[in-house]
């Protein structure tokens, strides 16, 4: 669709959603106070006279403050696992379903995905987004799919072989410890697997985290982007291009603002990520603040499709650490790791406090052949190792390289930041 048909889908789904938020406790109360005129709201220009929306919003209107149909209206609900607090709640009519189902397929057809393809889904299934949402989609192509959710990893080797799935749906830390796990049956998941595309999300990671996937199998590795609020997975997706994820913006609404002051970022410059749903009844949501920081670009892309683009996620604001007055992603230092080949699959970062000094310990697995070999080599790649860090996040961080398989590992996200500071 040409940019100019887009936008003006938007601004009439825009007008809908408006009216749909009215109907909302919480937005009913929010246009009241701030004394808009919901009617002047027709651009996205306009909307940009709103307030942002934070978890925190959702949080406090738990259960009932942002539904905006009638609770017999509601087929689903989807929620945040509440550990930290109130959970937050996303309701959907069938209607949402079908629309959010549809979106997930064009995601899945654009890498390639057939209904000839066998589809294994080795992402959680319930209250979180991501195992429903890509079982949904896989299944509106047509594609036979395997809902084994995560976990025992032996039966998923199993499945793999015996069923030649071709498509896997995995998270990125969990794929490359899946790998580690078929070499060691004896297997070489390149020449006794069948997969040819693997859909990586639900966490950070980096461009080298890719090539790795994309090594250890022989698959076209794809990352996504979603979070519940926003449906779930679907919101962005690669072409086969790689050169950033399409953002569909027949579904919501895009803007990229600074973290600190709210204003918009120019086109390449790396923000938050806000997104408005247009194309939603249940749970209409206007300028989410997600936290996920990105930056966007409106170049064409070769592949045709006039969807700006967001680049791959920086980190979160809220995941970002502070290390002797230096700000810290997690990704920047798996960016340095997965790039140095003697470096093995899994790391973490320490941070301690000792005689009132911070202290950051990265802890490195290597590759068995060198980590029983020349000691002098080691050294040699410790101290490269903590120059290459040193040169990314500007602080000099103390670098311990241990034995293949001493890391602890989850088949769930992977945690690689350990803070003891405040202990």
């Known amino acids: ?112 995905v057939r209904k000839t393809d066998i589809f294994q889904n080795m992402m959680s299934y319930g209250l979180f987004t991501g195992g429903l949402g890509m079982h949904y989609g896989a299944e509106r192509l047509g594609a036979m799919t395997i809902p084994i959710g995560t976990g025992n990893s032996k039966r998923q080797i199993w499945f793999l072989q015996f069923f030649k799935t071709t498509v896997v749906h995995i998270l990125p830390s969990y794929a490359l410890l899946l790998a580690q796990l078929i070499k060691s049956e004896g297997l070489d998941p390149k020449r006794d697997l069948n997969l040819h595309i693997m859909l990586i999300g639900a966490e950070p990671h980096s461009e080298e985290t890719r090539k790795r996937i994309e090594e250890a199998f022989g698959a076209k590795a794809y990352n996504s982007y979603g979070l519940s609020e926003m449906n779930g997975p679907g919101v962005a997706f690669e072409c086969p291009y790689q050169n950033g994820m399409h953002l569909w913006e027949d579904y919501y609404i895009l803007e990229v603002v600074d973290p600190k002051t709210g204003e918009p970022c120019r086109e390449g410059e790396v923000g938050e990520i806000v997104l408005t749903t247009i194309y939603r009844d249940a749970t209409p949501i206007l300028r989410y603040r997600t936290r996920d920081l990105a930056s966007f670009t409106a170049e064409p892309c070769p592949c045709g499709r006039t969807h700006r683009r967001i680049s791959r996620i920086q980190g979160r604001s809220d995941d970002m650490f502070i290390f002797r007055g230096v700000n810290i992603f997690p990704i920047q230092i798996e960016k340095v790791l997965m790039n140095i080949p003697e470096v093995g699959n899994n790391y973490r970062i320490v941070l301690a406090r000792e005689d009132y000094r911070d202290i950051m310990r990265i802890e490195v697995e290597i590759k068995s052949e060198l980590f029983f070999g020349d000691l002098q080599k080691l050294e040699r790649l410790q101290e490269r190792i903590q120059a290459e860090l040193r040169s990314e996040i500007l602080v000099t961080p103390e670098v311990i390289l241990v034995e293949p398989g001493t890391l602890p590992t989850q088949e769930g996200k992977a945690q690689r930041v350990f803070d003891h500071r405040q202990m």
């Open 1 to 112: 669709m040409p940019q100019e048909e887009l936008a003006r889908l938007q601004e009439e789904r825009l007008r809908h959603t408006i009216s749909q938020a009215l109907k909302t406790p919480f937005y009913r109360q929010r246009f009241a106070q701030l004394k808009v005129d919901p009617g002047k709201i027709k651009t996205v220009k306009d909307l940009q006279r709103l307030p942002f929306t934070t978890k925190e919003d959702l949080r406090q209107g738990f259960p009932f403050d942002f539904l905006a149909v009638p609770l017999e209206e509601v087929v689903r609900l989807h929620s945040s696992s509440g550990t930290t607090g109130t959970p937050t709640v996303i309701y959907h009519t069938a209607q949402d379903l079908e629309r959010w189902t549809n979106q997930v397929a064009r995601c899945l057809y654009m890498v390639g």
